[in-house]
């Protein structure tokens, strides 16, 4: 079955106002930066985001905050974005701070069917306030819930026409966990090949996750914050 669509415009023409996308990447690294740039231009408004960060102020994540496109974001990691900070300090973006580990693991049991989970990590903190804890061997664990989205955002460095994805280095993160845990994945890909070319053996992820594929021709792939060696 050949998932290629001819534009990322066409990728997320079913995104409507008030659906709940999860999105790959970390930090800058690995994001579907054409997907969400068709997404900020569509307009599309009261969006709930799952993503372990929000980009910053004028790319990645960041450009759906700047349009107000986003109400409530669950994250781990919120440091590098201004427009991110002075919404939630006003009052306009509800936030759910997930601890990144837990984050992973929530949607990850959402994409393999398992509703809950318990955990360690957050217990004792404001993380834990109105959860339910339980005891196992006498050490407190926390219920976290799955995470499911309308739809998954996706970067893949290398796909198929039929949708099993290859990732590159620190792109292999959130992404495929997003894919499996989207009601319809879409996936911005690098290199696209006909199907029966990738060796099943590097296949990171399988096609029978995703629904859309769109090859982007541009990356600008920006560096969040550039570090050099200083000359001795």
């Known amino acids: 079955m050949d998932k290629v669509v001819a534009s ?131 050490k407190t664990y926390l219920l976290e819930r799955a995470i499911t989205g309308d739809f998954a955002l996706v970067k893949a460095w290398k796909a198929d026409r039929s949708g099993n994805l290859v990732f590159r280095k620190t792109s292999r993160n959130f992404n495929p966990l997003c894919a499996t845990a989207g009601k319809v994945t879409i996936v911005e890909v690098e290199q696209l090949v006909e199907t029966g070319e990738l060796d099943p053996d590097e296949i990171h992820l399988p096609g029978i996750y995703v629904q859309h594929i769109v090859h982007s021709e541009s990356f600008e792939k920006r560096i969040e914050r550039r570090t050099v060696r200083e000359e001795a």
């Open 8 to 138: 990322v415009q066409q990728a997320i023409q079913a995104i409507d106002d008030g659906a709940v996308l999860l999105v790959g990447g970390f930090g800058l690294c690995g994001i579907p930066e054409n997907l969400i740039q068709a997404v900020k231009d569509k307009g599309t408004k009261n969006l709930t985001v799952v993503s372990n960060n929000c980009g910053v102020d004028d790319f990645g994540l960041g450009i759906l905050l700047q349009d107000k496109q986003i109400t409530k974001i669950i994250a781990s990691y919120v440091g590098e974005n201004k427009t991110f900070e002075q919404q939630f300090l006003n009052g306009e973006l509800e936030v759910e701070l997930t601890p990144q580990g837990t984050l992973a693991e929530r949607i990850r049991a959402g994409g393999a069917g398992i509703p809950g989970f318990y955990t360690a990590t957050g217990v004792g903190t404001p993380i834990a306030e109105g959860k339910e804890t339980k005891e196992f061997d006498g």
